[in-house]
């Protein structure tokens, strides 16, 4: 049995790995007697197995991590293109070699971010990148098209790619709202390690390692690219991200907006920049608004905000956050304010 499975060892040095059929048929034995010979050598710790079903082989222990590198590169024609048939591909690659929850919330995002491109981008082929190494996922998908931003303006008339962007992260934002909901966006940056949006001349990060948002003026970009990243280690839920944003139908009913992108260059808040921060939130019932790195709001914003909006939606729940000393001054002011109306007792 000891020169067999120096046998076994002589083939691997020289092919890098091997499976149960071809120690069969070099050997000359049964496969049954074969996957005796190899379990032993696992069991051992000498050989280690990449998968668990038919398509499974076998490598030296010591060479393990170079078959976990694993990538996925095509172009694809747009023309009757499916997300489903494409993910099909690549998680035949992976399919053992992810914990359940990663690969459920790649499965997710890989086909949200993939529909996108194939429904909105105007583009006649889209690119998908993947890539599986030892520590993290990752996918990138990329298209020539009319572009994300640029999309976004046209159709509700904004005033530049900023607005488009913004309204992109609150949610709920779509070109076609009869056939897409506008969640995919939303729920994918939440889910990832790192999301990054390119288009025109923005670069939108997503770092929920930190976690914070950050945007970026970059060199024009045609079309659409995203990237995706992902701990293989990751213990995140699908489900958990869901149940954060959406109530007991599973309706959709919570957002969450960074203020810091809708101040002026002086750190001030007035009260038509906060009309830009409501600007796309009419469908939510719960508001999370954070106020991280903003010093300063004026009583315009803070009027607008937690007074004026809140009379015009008494239904609606605003939940301020990260609030410095000065900014939860106004706005509880506001809040008081609000408050006193609603029982009318107005001085």
Same mark, same amino acid.
């Given at each position: 049995?000891?020169?067999?499975?120096?046998?076994? %060892?002589?083939?691997?040095?020289?092919?890098?790995?091997?499976?149960?059929?071809?120690?069969?048929?070099?050997?000359?034995? *049964?496969?049954?007697?074969?996957?005796?010979?190899?379990?032993?050598?696992?069991?051992?710790?000498?050989?280690?197995?990449?998968?668990?079903?038919?398509? *499974?082989?076998?490598?030296?222990?010591?060479?393990? *991590?170079? !078959?976990?590198?694993?990538? %996925?590169?095509k172009t694809f024609n747009n023309t009757a293109?499916?997300?489903?048939?494409?993910?099909?591909?690549?998680?035949?690659?992976?399919?053992?070699?992810?914990?359940?929850?990663?690969?459920?919330?790649?499965?997710?995002?890989?086909?949200?971010?993939?529909?996108?491109?194939?429904?909105?981008?105007?583009? *006649?082929?889209?690119?998908?990148?993947?890539?599986?190494?030892?520590?993290?996922?990752? !996918?990138?998908?990329?298209?020539?098209?009319?572009?994300?931003?640029?999309?976004?303006? /046209?159709?509700?008339?904004?005033?530049?790619?900023?607005?488009?962007?913004?309204?992109?992260?609150?949610?709920?934002?779509?070109?076609?709202?009869?056939?897409?909901?506008?969640?995919?966006?939303?729920?994918?940056?939440?889910?990832? #390690?790192?999301?990054?949006i390119m288009s025109s001349k923005l670069h939108?990060?997503?770092?929920?390692?930190?976690?914070?948002?950050?945007? #970026?003026?970059?060199?024009?970009?045609?079309?659409?690219?995203?990237?995706?990243?992902?701990?293989?280690?990751?213990?995140?839920?699908?489900?958990?991200?869901? #149940?954060?944003?959406?109530?007991?139908?599973?309706?959709?009913?919570?957002?969450?907006?960074?203020?810091?992108?809708?101040?002026?260059?002086?750190?001030?808040?007035?009260?038509?920049?906060?009309?830009?921060?409501?600007?796309?939130?009419?469908?939510?019932?719960?508001?999370?608004?954070? %106020?991280? /790195?903003?010093?300063?709001?004026?009583?315009?914003?803070?009027?607008?905000? %937690?007074?004026?909006?809140?009379?015009?939606?008494?239904?609606?729940?605003?939940?301020?956050?990260?609030?410095?000393?000065?900014?939860? !001054?106004?706005?509880?002011?506001?809040?008081?304010?609000?408050?006193?109306?609603?029982?009318?007792?107005?001085?």
């Amino acid at each position: 049995m000891l020169n067999k499975k120096q046998h076994i %060892f002589d083939i691997l040095k020289k092919n890098g790995r091997i499976d149960s059929q071809e120690i069969a048929r070099s050997l000359g034995v *049964s496969r049954v007697y074969a996957s005796k010979l190899i379990s032993e050598l696992v069991h051992e710790g000498q050989v280690f197995q990449i998968g668990k079903t038919k398509g *499974s082989f076998y490598v030296l222990t010591s060479e393990r *991590s170079h !078959f976990f590198d694993m990538q %996925f590169h095509k172009t694809f024609n747009n023309t009757a293109l499916k997300e489903d048939e494409v993910y099909g591909k690549i998680q035949h690659l992976i399919h053992d070699y992810l914990k359940k929850n990663v690969e459920s919330i790649l499965s997710y995002a890989f086909t949200e971010m993939l529909n996108n491109a194939i429904e909105h981008s105007r583009s *006649s082929k889209v690119t998908v990148d993947f890539t599986a190494n030892r520590a993290e996922i990752s !996918f990138e998908i990329t298209d020539r098209g009319i572009g994300i931003f640029n999309n976004l303006r /046209k159709k509700f008339q904004l005033k530049d790619n900023y607005e488009a962007l913004q309204r992109v992260l609150k949610g709920k934002q779509t070109t076609s709202p009869k056939y897409h909901s506008g969640q995919g966006i939303f729920f994918t940056s939440k889910i990832a #390690d790192r999301f990054e949006i390119m288009s025109s001349k923005l670069h939108l990060i997503f770092d929920n390692t930190i976690p914070d948002v950050f945007v #970026d003026e970059i060199k024009p970009v045609k079309g659409t690219r995203v990237i995706f990243r992902m701990r293989k280690s990751s213990d995140k839920e699908l489900k958990s991200v869901f #149940d954060q944003y959406t109530n007991d139908d599973f309706r959709f009913s919570k957002t969450q907006t960074i203020v810091e992108l809708y101040k002026q260059e002086d750190s001030y808040v007035s009260r038509s920049q906060a009309k830009k921060l409501l600007e796309g939130l009419e469908g939510f019932d719960t508001i999370i608004l954070d %106020f991280k /790195k903003i010093q300063l709001v004026g009583q315009g914003f803070a009027d607008e905000v %937690f007074r004026v909006y809140q009379t015009r939606r008494p239904t609606v729940e605003l939940i301020p956050i990260h609030m410095d000393s000065p900014v939860e !001054f106004m706005i509880q002011r506001a809040i008081a304010q609000y408050q006193e109306e609603k029982r009318g007792v107005v001085e």
